[in-house]
């Protein structure tokens, strides 16, 4: 579908105005999102890198309890196979307001390989959002959205 422009009276052309399609700023769970990067931004920013992936963890759970964001710490999620339940479950690290799945890790770099795990978890998962979080990162915190 075109895209449609509106005059204003200063005349500039403002950039299109898409007609049919989403909004660039529709953004999946934007607010839960910044939320839950928001407090992982203030564990990295008190703790800094070069701890375990555990203690990041437990780090980030007190800092979700305290800023009031519903989690669940590593819950067990079944998968299935063309229909049928496996015995194996999926264990994330956490999972917040019921539909954000996090996966932490404390690694010098992301690579592709933790990039493939969360895309599979989302698929055996059925959850749409996933946050890879990586607190390793000597200089900054490393976060990125996977969406399935």
């Known amino acids: 579908m075109p895209d449609s422009f509106s005059s204003s ?10 007609t049919g399609t989403k909004e660039m700023t529709d953004i999946l769970y934007q607010e839960e999102c910044y939320a839950i990067v928001g407090a992982a931004m203030e564990v990295y920013r008190e703790m800094g890198s070069g701890f375990l992936e555990a203690v990041y963890q437990e780090a980030l759970e007190l800092e979700l309890e305290a800023r ?9 999620l ?41 895309l599979n978890y989302l698929k055996a998962s059925g959850f749409r959002l996933g946050l890879l979080i990586n607190f390793g990162s000597p200089r900054t915190l490393e976060w990125k959205r996977f969406i399935k």
């Open 9 to 18: 009276s200063d005349g500039k052309v403002p950039y299109p105005k898409r």
């Open 78 to 118: 079944a998968i299935s196979y063309k229909g049928q339940p496996l015995k194996k479950e999926y264990v994330p690290d956490l999972v917040c307001f019921e539909k954000v799945l996090l996966e932490l890790k404390a690694l010098d770099r992301l690579s592709g390989t933790e990039e493939a795990q969360i």
């Open 68 to 76: 009031g964001i519903p989690f669940s710490a590593q819950p067990a």
